[in-house]
């Protein structure tokens, strides 16, 4: 087997990784290999966030920094990165003092002002999660206080969605969020961290030459290298953010000897948009993704924030979600109501071919697709809005943040001369794979949309599936909240407020 090098950039300096296998994670490798412990294990499936760490990459001449989940990381994958852990925060000579105002520092001046901020607000309890906290923190402190932007609480309370404090600090924690600002300025010097990221790229790599032809873990870095790789490997496992990935292998403890990791494909990593719709590249991260739909579609910001935490969306690609077709995914409801369909990739004979199809048709069951071995998903285009469009999705799940839905549904209508002219229906978490529900669509298409209409389509909606009993919800329950949610969206649609709580101001009931 033959693993290329990892080389990424860590306190200024390159750090150089031979003989990694293809499935060991960045956590493994920071705890065990490296010794740096104060990344902490908790879950192991990137639901805790106490593994947290910060990403840096080069991208068009500045740095993006995004907070991800080390538990369930390929550590193949930061190749030509730069990495921070908690204990780089004031040890990263890159990380340089650029204002001494407003409020001075701790005597020994040798904490970051997340630290600070977490040290004066009291935001450590028993400590165990503190360092995935102050990465987090880290990467808002980047790409907001750096920019000047302040952190207000709603934004705190979002980027820190991924971290789970088991002795309920949140308050404390939050109010660090929004004092980081007020201790002496600390910046990433992003054009020398620019110019070693770049020297990455000039080191010369002498295990390339075998890589190609012998098992290990592969990033192609274009759509043409991607397919003709996956023509030649088509046992190999395909992996983005490896949001899912990662679970099998620290979950199920399986081990692929063949990895070809998508996330670099220049032309997967882009948004496009047409007259029509928007095309999104299978490389593009969720938390992007979802940018992008929001950019269009307002109404999806609450649902774009509880897809997953801040670090799962900023790790997973939305193309690896729907390629992988989790029946409780829930992006799949979503994107079936709006009418998105898939391009699926191939290099046959020299050509590249191409097909595409509504996204509901890519499922044949449990985890099944009608993929070919030599196919990729590529790109996943989704109408634009139309002035008579109503869409709702709804995700219900045990807590509100950070968890995994019970039932995920979404609905699309649209509305002429006081009837409902389409319809369109996505649900997850009722069947073996994302679902279309096209009996109640049908029961919708021409009626009035009045109460009776949706009292009706509820009960169309209740026999349609046949849900299944698990951890997560019984099969009755599940019934239950699909006629709700129709119900829900009835009263939503004829203009009723205060139908959920995400809305609800309990002045206006007083």
């Keep these: 087997m033959t693993n290329p090098t990892i080389r990424f950039i860590r306190r200024g300096q390159v750090v150089t990784l031979v003989n990694v296998p293809p499935t060991r994670t960045l956590l493994e490798v920071l705890r065990e290999d490296l010794g740096s412990t104060g990344t902490k294990e908790g879950c192991g499936e990137g639901d805790c966030g106490a593994c947290t760490v910060v990403l840096g990459e080069a991208v068009e001449g500045r740095i993006e920094y995004r907070a991800i989940n080390a538990c369930i990381r390929l550590a193949h994958s930061i190749d030509g990165l730069a990495l921070w852990t908690a204990e780089d925060l004031s040890a990263d000579p890159v990380i340089e003092v650029v204002s001494n105002e407003p409020k001075p520092s701790r005597a020994d001046g040798g904490l970051h002002p997340v630290q600070e901020a977490l040290v004066q607000c009291h935001g450590s309890q028993c400590g165990f999660c503190t360092p995935g906290f102050a990465m987090s923190l880290f990467g808002v402190y980047q790409n907001q206080v750096c920019q000047g932007r302040p952190v207000t609480r709603e934004g705190a309370q979002a980027a820190l969605s991924g971290n789970l ?21 600390r910046a990433v ?53 490896c949001t ?80 992988n077709g989790s029946p409780i995914g829930d992006s799949m409801p979503l994107l079936i109501a709006l009418g998105a369909h898939v391009v699926l990739m191939s290099q046959r004979k020299g050509k590249t071919v191409s097909r595409e199809l509504p996204l ?4 044949t069951g449990y985890r099944q697709n009608v993929m070919a071995a030599d196919e990729v ?8 809005p139309e002035p008579a469009e109503f869409l709702r999705v709804y995700k219900i799940s045990k807590r509100f943040e950070d968890d995994i839905s019970a039932v995920c549904l979404a609905i699309c209508v649209h509305r002429q001369d006081g009837r409902i002219r389409r319809a369109s229906i996505g649900a997850g978490g009722v069947a073996a794979t994302p679902a279309r529900a096209r009996q109640t669509e049908a029961a919708l298409i021409g009626q009035a ?39 829900r969206f009835g009263l939503e649609i004829q203009g009723q407020a205060n139908t959920s709580i995400d809305t609800l101001v309990l002045e206006d009931l007083a």
């Design 377 to 384: 998903l590529a790109w996943i285009k989704v109408p634009l």
């Design 360 to 363: 509901e048709n890519l499922y």
């Design 449 to 487: 949309p009045d109460s009776a209409t949706f009292e009706a389509a509820a009960r169309v909606l209740q026999a349609e599936f046949q849900p299944i009993t698990d951890m997560r919800a019984s099969a009755a329950y599940r019934r239950e909240l699909l006629g709700n949610l129709v119900r």
């Design 165 to 185: 404090c088991r002795c309920t600090g949140y308050r404390p924690i939050l109010d660090a969020a929004q004092s980081m600002e007020h201790y002496p300025r």
């Design 244 to 323: 899912d990935v990662g679970l099998w292998v620290t979950k199920q403890h399986r081990v692929f000897a063949d990895v070809i990791d998508l996330t670099r494909v220049a032309e997967l990593r882009q948004v496009e948009r047409y007259p029509h719709h928007i095309a999104i590249g299978a490389a593009v991260t969720l938390a992007d993704a979802f940018d992008a739909l929001v950019a269009d579609r307002p109404q999806l910001q609450s649902f774009a924030q509880r897809f997953a935490g801040l670090p799962v969306r900023n790790s997973g690609t939305l193309g690896g979600n729907v390629a």
């Design 189 to 241: 010097n992003e054009a020398e961290l620019l110019s070693k990221l770049e020297h990455l790229k000039t080191i010369p790599r002498r295990d390339e030459a075998k890589s190609s032809e012998n098992p290990g873990y592969r990033t192609p870095q274009d759509l043409a290298e991607l397919l003709a790789l996956r023509r030649a490997h088509p046992k190999a496992q395909i992996v983005a953010g």
